[in-house]
């Protein structure tokens, strides 16, 4: 894997629990092209050289689920999420990788703080020092008034279920085991096939729906600013999306 790329998304236990709900309000129908990137389509983010990809992606999905349901979504702080998704297993501040669900829950049960009140970045000082800062109470206090309180699980693997859910207008919150080919998305960000050759695990956020060449894919966001791609986002056919695990949708945003 090139250095430039970082990675820390962790595979989970696939057991539901108490937060997880299937997303049965999907609907498997005819393969449409979507537009979601015409109506929100912000900056990538840049994870640099931290493990938090789990955390970026997921801040992104969570940011098109409030912009869906209000029209306007300030940023999340992935510095916020990374604190708490690693609060969980008593990690915070650490350098190391997490599950989709430890973020997901973390989103529901503490909730997303903006980064207006806990910046990710500051100038001045590395990323991995900045992790290390634990939220002041206000930053806790603000998250408590953004809860993600509706969110789905899809199957591993269910390229109808995602497609339903971007046809839908909700963004696709996943991880994926990365083969050495990933990387050579030439110009036009089309990802090739999997290549069976394990490089990284890693979390990202799909965007739209569409067709390349004839064939069905879905467009991603990733968190390596625009590094990798196409502008930092890479087309997947459902070939490759059959390797789509820990799949999460965010449907709606509790906002006081």
Not at 167 to 187: I, N, P, R, S
């Amino acid at each position: 894997m090139p250095a430039e790329f970082v990675t820390g998304w962790v595979p989970d236990d696939p057991t539901l629990d108490e937060l997880d709900r299937p997303a049965v309000f999907l609907a498997a129908g005819p393969r449409v092209v979507t537009h979601n990137r015409d109506t929100w389509d912000p900056p990538k983010l840049d994870q640099r050289n931290v493990p938090y990809c789990t955390d970026y992606s997921g801040v992104r999905a969570r940011q098109a689920c409030e912009f869906r349901q209000t029209g306007k979504a300030p940023l999340p702080s992935a510095m916020f999420s990374a604190w708490v998704t690693r609060m969980r297993r008593g990690e915070q501040g650490a350098m190391v990788g997490a599950t989709i669900r430890d973020s997901a829950e973390g989103a529901i049960l503490t909730g997303v703080a903006s980064d207006l009140a806990h910046p990710s970045d500051l100038p001045g000082v590395p990323l991995d020092v900045r992790a290390r800062a634990k939220p002041a109470p206000q930053a806790f206090a603000e998250a408590g008034d953004h809860q993600i309180v509706r969110s789905f699980t899809i199957p591993d693997g269910d390229v109808d279920g995602i497609h339903a859910a971007l046809a839908d207008g909700y963004m696709v919150h996943f991880g994926m085991l990365l083969g050495q080919t990933f990387f050579d998305t030439g110009g036009n960000g089309i990802v090739p096939e999997w290549d069976g050759l394990r490089a990284n695990a890693h979390a990202m956020v799909l965007v739209d729906a569409d067709q390349v060449g004839g064939r069905w894919g879905a467009w991603c966001d990733n968190s390596w600013s625009t590094r990798w791609g196409k502008s930092g986002s890479g087309w997947m056919s459902d070939t490759r999306l059959r390797g789509c695990m820990d799949i999460r949708v965010y449907q709606s945003v509790e906002v006081i």
